[in-house]
């Protein structure tokens, strides 16, 4: 089999390169190792950046995203009881836009799927070699036959537990990360949100998030211990988490069934390079950020649109972009490592450090950092620009 490029990983980023090669008439196979049932039914980020949400549109994507996104002009930042605005369409005349990852990741199958497009899912044992060479090949097995998949350029979509980054020749590769003293226990409630904009809340007890899917469905998070159990969250001590942390006065949290639950470990992990030859790298397969600002999707969707134009620039003969490809895509990722890391420090408690007095002067410390942010029209415009979204 012949193609001209050859995507392993069918998450928003394997499938949204693929959207832009379709539209140039580019020829692409996508490699899925997990069912296409799997691939639709997880549940992960939820915010769009403006820059993400005009990328979908510019390819047609965006019919659902137009119809049931819920844009929003800003966050509600809380600390001590007290709810603070910033207000993203006055400080930087952007906003953002709440949409699944997996509403997404339905649409561009879905189009895919109209389209006709070429998207191997239970596909095992996917292997790239000869990507330093003129005629990469990826291997995979699928209904117990061994396949071969020749293409000019093969591109690692697959995530962080991926296949290509350990591809990627050791010598040319270092990487930085950071692991945090917390996890993320994250809900979907069939209940109406709570609050207009999304709240990021520092309590003493921890961080806990308000965030939603539909004016129907709420998504909440609260920070748990990195080793917690999801068995010894019930659903009445979230709901009493949540209340505590996210409360106000005259206020309360609206409650209501929940349909799913689950834990995330926080990470901050970047490679040094994300490509190598003719192989590629885009999204979680070369750069993790812990979830706190909401950039793991965005990044991917960077990526992804930086590499897309690159690869269509190479086949009309201007090699230079592929070649900065991965210069321009871990500088942007640099500065969102930064804010995610920044966002994740400011408003999670660091229950772990042994010494109280330590422990207060760290938590009273990030009490004056949230109240300059929201005090500071300078602060908040930094926050607002990150927030929104850098330029792709
Ligand atoms: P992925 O979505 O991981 O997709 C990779 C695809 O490659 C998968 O379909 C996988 O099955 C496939 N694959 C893997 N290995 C192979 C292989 N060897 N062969 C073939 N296929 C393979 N970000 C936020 O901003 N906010 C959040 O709240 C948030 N929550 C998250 C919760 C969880 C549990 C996780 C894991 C991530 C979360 N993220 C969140 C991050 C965000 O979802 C990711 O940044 C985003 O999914 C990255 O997209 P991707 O396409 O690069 O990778
Ligand atoms: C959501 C996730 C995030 O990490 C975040 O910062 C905001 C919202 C969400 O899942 O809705």
New binding site residues.
């Given amino acids: 089999m012949q193609t001209s490029v050859a995507i392993?990983?069918?998450?928003?980023?394997?499938l949204l390169l693929g959207h832009i090669l379709a539209q140039a008439g580019v020829p692409f196979v996508i490699?899925?190792?997990?069912s296409r049932e799997?691939?639709l039914g997880?549940i992960?980020?939820?915010?769009l950046e403006q820059g993400s949400v005009d990328i979908v549109a510019s390819l047609g994507l965006d019919a659902n995203l137009r119809e049931r996104g819920l844009e929003h002009g800003g966050i509600h930042l809380q600390y001590e009881g007290e709810r603070r605005h910033v207000d993203f369409r006055e400080l930087v005349g952007r906003t953002v836009t709440v949409y699944g990852?997996q509403a997404l990741v339905t649409d561009m199958l879905a189009e895919h799927e109209r389209l006709g497009s070429d998207i191997v899912f239970d596909?095992s044992d996917?292997s790239p070699r000869g990507t330093d060479g003129a005629d990469p090949v990826v291997g995979y097995t699928r209904d117990g036959i061994r396949h071969e998949l020749h293409s000019d350029f093969v591109v690692g979509?697959?995530?962080?537990?991926?296949?290509c980054r350990p591809s990627l020749p050791s010598r040319s590769l270092t990487t930085y990360e950071r692991s945090y003293p917390f996890a993320w226990l994250?809900i979907l409630a069939d209940v109406a949100p709570s609050t207009d904009d999304l709240i990021y809340a520092l309590h003493p007890d921890g961080f806990a998030m308000h965030s939603m899917r539909s004016r129907r469905v709420s998504r909440l998070y609260l920070q748990v211990e990195p080793d917690a159990s999801i068995d010894d969250w019930s659903d009445e001590r979230i709901w009493d988490g949540l209340q505590t942390r996210l409360g106000v006065d005259g206020w309360t949290l609206e409650q209501g069934p929940i349909t799913e639950k689950?834990i995330?470990p926080m990470r901050s992990f970047v490679t040094s390079t994300l490509s190598s030859g003719r192989l590629f790298l885009?999204?979680?397969?070369g750069h993790?950020v812990p979830?706190t600002g909401?950039?793991?999707?965005?990044?991917?969707i960077a990526d992804v649109a930086l590499l897309g134009r690159a690869l269509l620039e190479q086949r009309a003969g201007d090699d230079a972009p592929l070649a900065s490809y991965s210069d321009q895509a871990l500088a942007r990722q640099w500065q969102v490592q930064h804010f995610s890391q920044w966002m994740t420090e400011m408003l999670h408690v660091h229950h772990e450090v042994p010494d109280a007095a330590a422990r207060a002067f760290r938590y009273r410390s990030q009490v004056g950092q949230l109240e300059y942010v929201t005090g500071s029209q300078h602060a908040m415009a930094s926050l607002a620009e990150q927030y929104a979204g850098l330029p792709f």
């Fill in positions: 392993i990983g069918a998450g928003p980023a394997g490699l899925e190792r997990s799997h691939v997880r992960r980020a939820g915010v990852q596909a996917v979509a697959d995530g962080y537990h991926g296949i994250g689950s995330t885009v999204g979680d397969a993790i979830p909401a950039k793991g999707l965005n990044s991917a």
